[in-house]
């Protein structure tokens, strides 16, 4: 089924940046996954860089006094002590309540409760697409703490739709990213979701060290 969340062209925004990122060390993580359709797209990116971790990928000429000698280049292995893992996060009791941050003239919908989805349909999901990278956390992003989230992520997406759950997953995710990683936020400039560009800009005065792209409605924040 298509996933109703994400464009098609978001989608491979997505996982054009996090394919960026498999080179930076450190786990994905998905803050607000849904039925996990994005998970599973991000799950098998992650897997396949791993399935290819350590083997050499390119051939290298080194010159010796009888010619070239080709030896073999190793990829950088950033998967040495463990498979790199992508961790999922959910209510899995839909969206909380607003607050007056997420006010909009532009509709009603998105109110709590909306978007509900079990962990067993998640799970099952994952199992379908036979990843075992995925670590699914059922749980409010705001009573998550630094323990439930990996000690280094390469790559983050974002998506809990409302001011405070993106304000929450940015506090949790800024200061376990890699100096090269990469957030996506979600719904930056959607008219029916103003607190997620709220969040994001508060963020970023805070914290000048971030910059801002912005392609679709992805708040692609990054370091300088
Ligand atoms: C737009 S959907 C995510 C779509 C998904 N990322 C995808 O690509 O298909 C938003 C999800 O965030 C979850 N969510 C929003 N705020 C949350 C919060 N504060 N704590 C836990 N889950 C939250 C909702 O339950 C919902 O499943």
New binding site residues.
Partial sequence: MQ?D??TPKETATILELAEQCLPVAGDFV??????????VLLGKLLAKSSSSCGKPVDNLCKNTDNGCKTIAKVVENPCKTHERRLWI????????EKTTEDASGAGQNFQAGE???TKREVIEKIRHANLHNVIIKK????DLTGQDLPEQIAFA?L????Y??IK?SLKLVAPRLHKQGIMIV?DYNNPELPGSSRAVDEFLRAHPQYQLRVRHSLAIIKQF
């Fill in positions: 996933n969340q994400v998905e803050l607000g996954c849904y039925r996990g359709d994005t998970s996060y959910d209510s899995f009791a839909g969206l909380p978007l509900f989805v749980a409010w992003f705001d997406f998506d809990g739709d409302l405070s759950s929450t979600h």
